[in-house]
């Protein structure tokens, strides 16, 4: 099966703080749990990044200088395509330059989400359609361009992502749901905190998409997450 690069992301893993797993750093994507090391403050236009706010500063150790010359480049790359909204990294080699030049030091996991044919183009309904209410954002611009999960990345395990109109999305953990999914469809969970392959991935998006099950009103995927380990330098 074929599966489609929806977006890298530069990520600061933190303990989760509740549920199952509560202590346990998961490797999802997702800014419920997690912290993106790009995000709307870096961009000057937005309301985010007019202001950046003390816990920004204070998570990311960066300064106004430092958040001056993030913006100047993010802008621009913004414009490029090379980044979008929000937090998603078209390509490896632009996610590279953004950590070489302002967070060489930090310890940062450069992940990215891949999607299945299937869930490419259901994606592109809701997000790249005339039809549809929904904007488009960064994964669906780059799933339009149909590029290949890259071979080079390891692939770490599988993630149910819910997707709002903004394009943050949340996870099956946000809701806690790692015993009743293994209950539901026998599924495993491995050391990554991800959900490990397996031949009921239609059955699980169909169920998190009832909204009768009570899960946050947003569209919901499965997506393959995979681990990139770079040279850090092209």
Known sequence: MK???GAYYLMKLRKSNFGTFEGAKLYTCSTCINDSFIDAWSLSWTESGKKVNDETKSSFNINEMQI???????????EEE???WISTFTDLKTLIEYKNLFFPKDCAEILSINFPETETE???SFFNSEESSFQEIGLSNNLNNRILENENDITIGYDLIGIEESGDFHSFHCHNLATELTEKFGIEINEFGLIKENN????MVTFMN???NGFASAPWFYV???KSIPDLEF
């Open 200 to 203: 009921q991935w239609q059955e």
């Open 68 to 78: 001056i010359n993030i913006q100047k480049w993010a802008d621009q790359k913004f």
């Open 210 to 212: 009832d909204e009768n």
């Open 82 to 84: 090379k980044i979008g």
């Open 122 to 124: 259901e994606l592109l």
């Open 3 to 5: 599966y489609y690069l």
């Open 224 to 226: 393959k997450v995979k």
